[in-house]
């Protein structure tokens, strides 16, 4: 076991065109300015700690199935693939992201969460049909959310979402509206924004409880609640 020094660009090719699977097995992975390509990738070591500010492009899955934990305070990891994407793994532990970029401009990205993770910046960069699905999980943003392109978050039964963080958020939250009452349905919303921070929801949305402990929230159409607001 050694160790990998890049300082631009590192792609690993399996034929034209097509990104290799890559298991890292360490604990620390650190690094400053580089950019690496991969299609599916996996963190297979103990409490694994990434403080490499490189951006991370994937086009296939990522799977944390680190045996204790996953946490990530620098870098960005770009989920690029014109299909679904999803985050996932078997570790038992959190899993943290400094950056989640979904798509570069052109893409359709759906990343799906097969497992609940926390970032402190959510990126969407995406064509109309893009998004976060929820999946049941929990999405916990402790910091900004931009839409440079388009983006949403898709809902489902037992989706939740928290807003952390400071001040205004970039850009305004969108549900995905293709089925009300379905795609656009959080079970759980929870908005903490320090320093008056307003975060804005920019269309329809169904929530069953909604809590709000700091900052304020604004919506740009309907927001149902069924159930309990605090």
């Known amino acids: 076991t050694g160790n990998l020094v890049n300082d631009n660009s590192f792609n690993m090719y399996r034929a034209a065109g097509q990104y290799v699977d890559v298991t890292i097995g360490g604990s620390s992975i650190s690094g400053n300015g580089a950019t690496y390509v991969f299609n599916n990738l996996a963190l297979a070591g103990g409490a694994t700690t990434w403080s490499s500010t490189s951006n991370i492009s994937i086009y296939g899955n990522f799977a944390d199935n680190t045996a ?12 690029r693939a014109p299909v679904n994407q999803s985050i996932g793994g078997t570790s038992p532990g959190t899993t943290t992201f400094n950056t989640i970029q979904v798509g ?17 910046n959510v990126v969407f960069n995406v064509t109309a049909t893009g998004a976060i699905s929820l999946n049941d999980r929990l999405m916990i943003i402790n910091g900004n959310h931009t839409r440079t392109n388009n983006g949403k978050f898709t809902g489902s039964v037992n989706a939740a979402i928290t ?41 329809v949305l169904d929530v069953e409880n909604l809590t709000i402990t700091q900052g304020t929230l604004t919506t740009g159409s ?3 609640i069924y159930g309990d607001l605090t």
């Open 222 to 224: 309907n927001l149902n």
């Open 163 to 203: 807003i952390n963080g400071s001040g205004n958020p970039t850009s305004t939250v969108l549900f995905d509206a293709t089925t009300l009452g379905t795609t656009n349905y959080i079970k759980s919303i929870t908005i903490k924004r320090a320093g008056s921070g307003v975060v804005t929801f920019g269309n």
């Open 104 to 120: 570069t401009g052109t893409e359709n990205t759906i990343l799906t969460l097969n497992r609940d993770i926390t970032t402190t």
């Open 68 to 79: 204790t934990s996953f946490n990530a305070s620098a870098g960005a990891f770009i989920f």
